[in-house]
């Protein structure tokens, strides 16, 4: 079983979302929670799951059972998420191991 948190900025952008969009996250978090899937990006550590035209990206630590909700945005950003992941992916994964 693993537990899922939020950046503060996933949070921001999760609140302008439409109910769609917003039930669709919730959905694949209580999934997410018994079973790991998506697509791999780079490294293990960090999937998408696709919606529509836009993408949940997250990161998993497997060692804590934690998930890391960063971003839902559209294709069209997909590689600056992606660029910025692996740039702050030290800091991201301490955040995530750091969580109460």
Known sequence: MYTIFATD??????ATLDK????WITNIKVKLEENLTGKILKFAWFR???????RLYYLIDEQSK?????????KKD???????????????????????
Do not use: D, G
């Open 66 to 74: 934690r998930i890391l909700f960063v971003a839902f945005a559209s």
């Open 78 to 100: 997909q590689q600056n998420i992606i660029n910025f992941v692996i740039v702050n992916m030290k800091e991201l994964l301490e955040y995530l191991r750091n969580l109460a």
């Open 20 to 23: 769609s969009e917003q039930i």
């Open 48 to 54: 998408e799951k696709k919606y529509l035209n836009k």
């Open 9 to 14: 900025t996933f949070k921001e952008v999760y």
